[in-house]
DNA sequence: ATAATAACGGATATAACATATCCGTTATAA
DNA sequence: TTATAACGGATATGTTATATCCGTTATTAT
């Protein structure tokens, strides 16, 4: 099993966004360029997070996306769910109950231990997740970015939102 | 992201395992009859279970596959890596030194907090299922199994080991 | 007004991976 | 000797992820 690889796309691109002076966006194409990503391909990402409201949007020259609310309101988890879609990664197909020796649907009240122990592991993960905001995530970049990468960044920053 | 489904299959065919009277074996023949699987494929991650010391198995007939140690030291997470693979779920393709404000590779040092915070819940994952044993799932399924199945159960497997 | 920008949704095309089958080989028990 | 069964490799098929393309709408700048 491998995550989508566009989850680390859009955590990055929310990093950014969350470092942006107040009132300024990005559009998908400026984010695309910068991380050398597919531009399109980032655009229908960015139009998931813009549905889950985690980012907002606006349209023509100037406009863009920025965050949909303060960064410390925004969990990793929230960002990876957008991408990755809702649906638990664990899917019983109900297999115990085929089979010779299977009985009624009705016998089969709630999911079995297996299920349920893969569904605790999951919320473990969720759990973990939620904890770190996308302030925590901007923070740390920050703080880890090789210093002459952060003044290139800024330089290409400022001539792009110019 | 979807987990293989032939993680569901081996966890129920160990537990069917771990049920079984010591120096019996069921061939992939049998266990794929039992829950209406394809066989073959089945059989493919039976051997990956093998490869992976989890179960025992014996060629010809009367063989099959046993537990290869007891149900206790069998933890659900060993039987999800054999099917799944010891490859992280994340994997981080380095998009931060890419683009028009990557410098040098050397620059990078540890992988960063966005790969941390993914890799942390993972192994919050990880630990959770660590925690189930191979028994545990046994029992639980035994008491929630419908009467009638039991039964039903029993006899067939009465047949097939005969 | 007009032209350029940019998000958005839908329709593809392509690549990667999961699912499934098939075959030949080896080992072993009846 | 025959039948069973695991094993590994090759192959086929289906499904999902990846990526591009198009037309539309909204908005800004000229
Ligand atoms: S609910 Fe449990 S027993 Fe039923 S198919 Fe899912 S994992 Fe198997
Ligand atoms: S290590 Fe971190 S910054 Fe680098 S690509 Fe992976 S997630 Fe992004």
Redesign the pocket.
Known sequence: ??L???IEWAVHCCSILASLPPGM??????LAEFFD?????L??H??SL??QGLVS?????????RLGRPATEIALLDIVLAIDGPAPHFRCTEIRRKGPSGVDDKCYGKPCGIARAMWRAETAWRDELGKVSLEEIRHTGLEETPHEQLEKSLAWFGDALK
């Open positions: 099993m491998k989508n690889e566009g966006a990005l559009p998908a194409r400026k990503l597919p531009e399109h391909y655009a229908k960015m139009q813009s549905q949007s606006s349209k023509g020259p100037g406009g863009g996306y």
